[in-house]
């Protein structure tokens, strides 16, 4: 095995994706003696928006041994406790998908089995109220989870808004430190072992070759080493996701910084808010088959909570997924890989765990076509939950409007058929495998978005009327107690993290 371990990794792209890639690389290989080495070009530069994350990434900066504080700092990161969807079932609705559990079990009953028979009895308050997360984020609140056992504060479940260069310039920091090279220069060309056609080489525009063992494609949508040099081939998924565009501005921030991210929805698509230390971005999601980027434009520009800090800046794409995220020699991370769009704040959450299936299954120069397959499976699992994730909540809407029309008849998967007619059936959610968002998630998207299971589980009446009322109350009374003593979000910041 150690004579054919691999002995240098070649990345190509400095975005999120390449840099995450280089300090996972950079810590977790410490011991194996491989040569890290990253390619970038500031002449092609970066896609440079991204800035709500999801839980993981907290683990992320952990296993780094980072300082969540001094990243904070760095990045003008606030904090996240979910995200805010107004607008989404009907004009003027409001409803909120918080992370972390909600409520407490009795027995074996879970919190929201017996909490859906009440609400479907007009018994129980919203959801919402019973979420210490979705409670703090409504009154501008937030602190980390303390030592305080059987109340809510234990299990506060928060991710970052954060600016996504910096973030990116942080990782580089702290990679280079533990000798990750970074070469400025932009890849002219891929070259293919003709024996095997797995990649041998790049070669960069001052006509310097570099080889590897292993090579990373961060190279952004394009795929400059899966797709253009490997043909891998790419699924178009835009027949679930239609939106194929977005533009991306920051502007000034006029109010504290919320602990949400909000998503409002919009005649075309969506807009996005999301707070940082100092601005606030925005950004609005559209699809072009439906308004045009001048509207979309002033659609956005019209709802902005401070002056604009540059022009707009405009993306396209394509939501789908490459082929094989794993082709080879060669792992694509990041938007090399494919793309969801960002409703649920996926993508570096998809690059981690890209890196961390990778470290799972690191090859040697054998490259076991067993593992390769595995990997690529995990990864179209993942994505494919995700994406259904997402049709969920445009699919499920009574949004006057074509484009709202046209998501109502968008064709299902039949992974999110299942979900939608179990939880239509008795309430029932169940998480399969590794996919990302856990039963709670699920739930607060299916409510939020008006879809009313026909009864709740039937081992929901093993419980008497006494102990649901006496739980529901219990845990609306502490979540309410807990949220009162939090901090507000902006004192929290100035006290442990302000840039
Ligand atoms: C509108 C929008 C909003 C988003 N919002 C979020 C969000 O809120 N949360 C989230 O998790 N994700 C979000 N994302 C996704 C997120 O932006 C990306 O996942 C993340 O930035 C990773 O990008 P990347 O590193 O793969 O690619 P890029 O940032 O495009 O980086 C590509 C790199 O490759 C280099 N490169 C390319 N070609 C060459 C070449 N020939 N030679 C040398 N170098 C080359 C470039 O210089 C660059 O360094 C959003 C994406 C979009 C489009």
């Not at 002219?188 to 063992?213: H, M």
């Not at 925005?282 to 604009?308: I, M, Q, W």
């Amino acid at each position: 095995m150690s004579g054919k371990a691999i002995r240098s990794i070649v990345i190509v792209g400095g975005g999120t994706a390449g840099w995450m890639a280089a300090a996972s690389f950079a810590k977790h290989l410490e011991n194996m003696n491989v040569a890290v080495r990253l390619i970038e070009s500031d002449q092609i530069g970066t896609v440079g928006v991204g800035e709500a994350t999801i839980p993981p990434i907290i683990d992320f900066i952990r296993l780094l041994g980072l300082d969540e504080n001094d990243v904070i700092r760095k990045t003008g990161a606030t904090f996240k406790l979910g995200i805010g969807y107004r607008d989404w079932t009907k004009p003027g609705d409001f409803y909120f998908h918080p992370f972390g559990p909600t409520g407490f079990g009795i027995g074996p009953i879970s919190f929201p089995a017996y909490w859906l028979k009440y609400w479907l009895d007009g018994k129980a308050a919203r959801l919402e109220e019973y979420s210490i997360q979705s409670m703090a984020a409504a009154q501008g609140r937030f602190m980390r989870p303390v030592h305080a056992p059987n109340t809510p504060l234990n299990k506060i479940t928060y991710a970052l808004h954060f600016d996504a260069s910096l973030f990116a310039r942080y990782l580089r920091g702290f990679a280079e430190a533990r000798g990750v090279t970074r070469t400025e220069g932009k890849v002219r060309s891929v070259e293919l072992r003709g024996a095997d056609g797995f990649i041998a080489s790049v070669t960069l525009e001052t006509g310097e070759v570099v080889d590897g063992d292993l090579f990373i494609d961060c190279s952004g949508f394009r795929g400059l080493l899966i797709e253009d040099a490997l043909k891998t081939g790419y699924d178009d998924w835009t027949r679930w996701l239609p939106c194929d565009r977005a533009l991306a501005v920051p502007c000034e921030r006029a109010t504290p910084p919320q602990s949400f991210t909000q998503v409002t929805a919009r005649d075309a698509g969506w807009q996005w808010r999301i707070p940082l230390q100092h601005r606030t971005g925005n950004g609005h999601v559209y699809c072009s088959g439906f308004t045009d980027d001048d509207t979309a434009r002033r659609a956005l520009l019209a709802d902005l909570e401070g002056k604009p800090l540059v022009e707009p800046l405009a993306l396209r794409f394509t939501t789908g997924i490459r082929r094989k995220a794993w082709n080879k020699n060669c792992v694509a991370l990041g938007l090399a890989s494919g793309f969801l769009e960002p409703l649920e704040s996926t993508s570096i959450h998809l690059i981690q765990r890209g890196i961390a299936m990778l470290l799972k299954f690191f090859p040697d120069r054998d490259f076991e076509q067993a593992d390769i397959d595995r990997y690529n499976r995990i990864f179209e699992f993942e994505f494919g939950r995700v994406r259904d994730f997402l049709l969920l909540h445009y699919s499920q809407t009574a949004r006057p409007g074509a484009f709202w029309d046209h998501c109502r008849n968008l064709p299902m998967t039949d992974s999110l058929s299942e979900k939608i007619d179990l939880f239509k059936s008795r309430g029932r959610i169940l998480r399969e495998d590794t996919e990302l968002f856990p039963p709670g998630s699920w739930l607060y998207v299916m409510i939020g978005q008006g879809i009313r299971p026909r009864g709740h589980e039937a081992t929901v009446d093993t419980l008497s009327d006494q102990q649901i009322r006496t739980s529901l109350d219990d845990v609306r009374a502490v979540v309410r107690k807990c949220t009162d003593a939090m901090p507000m979000h902006q004192d929290f910041i100035d006290r442990n993290c302000r840039a």
